[in-house]
């Protein structure tokens, strides 16, 4: 049957017009990828209650019954609670797990209902809910999609102690709280909820409330949901209700083929580090050191080291009329993504796609920095890109007779009161910033092109000492190799660890 539905999905999955897709936020899950997550449950025994909470067309519960069909687990029956709302969808659904239905000892009911607004009125005890269900196990490929703060999902969210900003988060939170304890989850999600303060609840939720048994990293972003073009990286998960942590297992494999799967180990304390208020989810894949790079070789935050960091405060179409393509008497730098090149600072650029000035006026100085030494990094590194964070140092030689400087935003700026920062201490950052070492730390936690100003911000840094020696360095050197600049951050932080 896993193999019909498949080819169901394949078939559909084009002709969703985008509109839908947006509406629902539902991308259907590949054979491969339900097969594989059916894979990850323990034999079990007993009577087993499935809740599948955006079914699409049935792929994961059918490689669920498909799996206890084959005899590869032990449940004496099946009791299968789907959700799916897209009427195009549901009636697939109802077709594919008819299938079960007489030939087995499984009961299947299809709900058309919001998922959120019945489990919320369950767990609540509404006036129109019945028995509470409970579940012994989840499996969930739930939708993506935004909910805003003042939305109806987010209010009926808040009625049982979820907060939350995406539908995927909801569903698994939702789910968690429907499990027996013991019970388990498993789930295909965007990496996003790792890291960033939007997701910490949700992250010190699904600790409180769980175990992490698993985790599943495709090492290709846009492979796990090809037909869809969804280049959100994706993890699958494993959680136990009320379980005792331990060790968690971090796998991973290129692509929903997982030819080349491998799975290690990794001590809890590795994944989620001690005494992080934001409760990051790193995920180590290197099995050999089984640890981020940086967890204990750099101890102090950007506060401890009197630097901070913001967005660019310059939104360039709320202060469309004060652009100027290129400078003229008036205006101050206006300084983009694009005029920072791996030799330095490219500015002004031949007038064309973004202006290279902005007018000083009363109105704009108040987005304004005084001319300084800064250390800036993009907000959206490409796919492309070897590092995620590429660092740049901006330095006030190169805008001579100006005293002040415009930062737009699509950069992160690092400065010290809204003010340059010494040249030592910003070479070094920036040098730091763009080794390696960082890079595969950053990646241990970060799933996605965006570069965000938080994530910086919680980071771990080496001393002021180790950056200012960095700093003294970079300037007795001219273009820098990437190299030389991990031998020299490498050796600077072994030497001072």
Not at 158 to 170: D, K, M, P, Q
């Amino acid at each position: 049957m896993l193999k019909t539905i498949d080819s169901v999905r394949q078939q559909l999955s084009p002709r969703l017009d985008a509109q839908r897709k947006s509406e629902f936020g539902q991308f259907l899950t590949p054979a491969s990828v339900a097969r594989f997550m059916a894979e990850l449950f323990p034999k079990g025994g007993g009577t087993c209650r499935l809740l599948d909470a955006g079914a699409g067309v049935g792929a994961l519960t059918s490689a669920f019954l498909d799996r206890w069909e084959r005899g590869d687990m032990r449940f004496s029956d099946v009791e299968v609670d789907a959700y799916e709302i897209d009427p195009i969808l549901r009636r697939h659904l109802q077709e594919h797990l008819d299938f079960y239905t007489g030939r087995f000892p499984v009961q299947v009911r299809i709900h058309q209902a919001d998922y959120i607004e019945a489990s919320v009125d369950e767990l609540a005890g509404g006036f129109f809910a019945g028995t509470p269900h409970t579940f012994t196990h989840a499996i969930l490929n739930p939708p993506y999609k935004k909910i805003s703060s003042a939305s109806r999902h987010r209010r009926q969210l808040r009625r049982v102690g979820i907060e939350t900003v995406n539908l995927y988060s909801a569903f698994v939170a939702l789910a968690t709280a429907q499990l027996e304890e013991g019970g388990l989850l498993v789930a295909i999600i965007p990496r996003s909820f790792c890291n960033g303060p939007y997701y910490r609840p949700f992250r010190e939720f699904l600790l409180e409330h769980t175990a992490l048994r698993h985790i599943h990293l495709f090492g290709a972003r846009d492979k796990a949901f090809k037909e869809d073009s969804v280049l959100q990286e994706n993890v699958i998960i494993m959680v136990e209700r009320g379980g005792k942590q331990e060790a968690v297992c971090i796998s991973t494999s290129t692509d929903d083929g997982f030819v080349d799967y491998q799975a290690t180990p990794i001590t809890f304390d590795r994944v989620v580090l001690t005494g992080d208020k934001e409760r990051v989810i790193h995920i180590p894949i290197d099995g050999e050191d089984q640890r981020c790079p940086l967890s204990s070789m750099c101890r102090f935050n950007l506060a401890e080291l009197g630097v901070q960091i913001s967005t660019g405060p310059v939104v360039d179409f709320r202060l469309r009329e004060h652009l100027r393509d290129s400078p003229e008497a008036g205006t101050v730098p206006l300084l983009y993504p694009s005029h920072f090149v791996a030799e330095g600072i490219d500015w002004p650029k031949p007038p064309g796609k973004k202006p290279n000035a902005l007018a000083l006026l009363p109105e704009t100085q108040k987005w304004l920095y005084p001319l300084g030494f800064y250390v800036v990094t993009r907000r959206l590194s490409s796919k492309e890109e070897k590092r995620r964070i590429v660092a740049s140092v901006v330095d006030p030689a190169a805008f001579p007779g100006y005293a002040w400087l415009g930062f737009e935003n699509h950069l992160n700026v690092f400065h010290q009161g809204k003010q340059g920062m010494p040249e030592n201490l910003a070479r070094g950052l920036a040098v730091f910033l763009n080794s390696t070492v960082v890079d595969e730390s950053f990646r241990c936690f970060s799933g996605h092109t965006q570069v965000n100003a938080a994530d910086l911000r919680s980071m771990k840094y080496p001393s002021q000492e180790i950056l200012l020696a960095l700093g003294r360095w970079a300037k007795t050197q001219g273009a820098m190799s990437q190299a030389e600049i991990d031998e020299q951050v490498e050796g600077l932080i072994h030497e001072c660890h």
